[in-house]
């Protein structure tokens, strides 16, 4: 969370967390349902202890699931941070009678990653294709699989944003290779260009495309733009 929003936020708007919460992960155990209830319930009549046990007992599933749909290890704390922040705020709102406390924590994260997304997509101004934002509301009714599309668009933004900064002689390999299928020697003939220079154009990408995205490989790129 950037400055200007820790500003924000004053030392009665929320419980204070560990130092290195970010990192305690050993404090979190499976808690059933009804302890989850009773811990926010609690938090709503004020006990900043108990927040601060939901807190622990919830984080790290929280943060799995929102770094699946954000993709960005640092985005996905920010995201969190805002959640739980929102959720204590919110406590009093909370009704167990009408819902469970993970479900409640987890549809305020999944609003706040929509918009999240929103944001990189103004920001960024790539991508919004016209079915971004029936996504995006999916994601937020929680509809089934909504998630993983969510993922496969946040991937296709940021492969595309990553091509862009590609000289166009390289970023041509890469889209004959990932987008087209093309085999390094089959793009050779066609570019009528030695295929030793294409592969180095394709390994100057790679380079390019793992500073941001270490795992990438050409089958991942295939994969990403067989989703888009």
Not at 15 to 37: F, K, Y
Not at 152 to 179: D, F, G, I, T, Y
């Amino acid at each position: 969370m950037n400055e200007a929003t820790h500003a924000s936020i004053s030392a009665s708007d929320a419980p204070a967390m560990p130092a290195n919460s970010r990192n305690r992960h050993s404090a979190e155990a499976p808690a059933g349902a009804g302890r989850l209830n009773d811990l926010l319930v609690r938090a709503a009549g004020g006990d900043q202890r108990a927040f601060h046990h939901f807190h622990c007992l919830t984080r790290r599933s929280l943060l799995y699931r929102v770094r699946q749909s954000i993709g960005n290890a640092q985005d996905a704390e920010d995201v969190c941070q805002k959640a739980y922040l929102q959720a204590w705020r919110a406590s009093p709102s909370f009704d167990p009678s009408l819902g469970q406390a993970s479900t409640w924590l987890g549809r305020i994260a999944r609003n706040l990653a929509v918009d999240h997304f929103r944001q990189r997509s103004k920001d960024h101004a790539f991508l919004p294709g016209s079915g971004d934002e029936s996504v995006l509301a999916a994601v937020s009714s929680n509809e089934p699989e909504a998630w993983e599309r969510l993922q496969q668009l946040q991937n296709s933004a940021l492969l595309h944003k990553e091509l862009a900064r590609l000289p166009a002689e390289v970023r041509q390999v890469v889209m004959m290779s990932m987008h087209h299928g093309f085999s390094l020697r089959d793009i050779a003939g066609h570019l009528e260009t030695p295929e030793g220079t294409i592969k180095s154009r394709m390994r100057r990408a790679l380079l390019v495309l793992r500073a941001s995205w270490p795992d990438f490989d050409v089958n991942v790129g295939r994969a990403v733009f067989g989703n888009s």
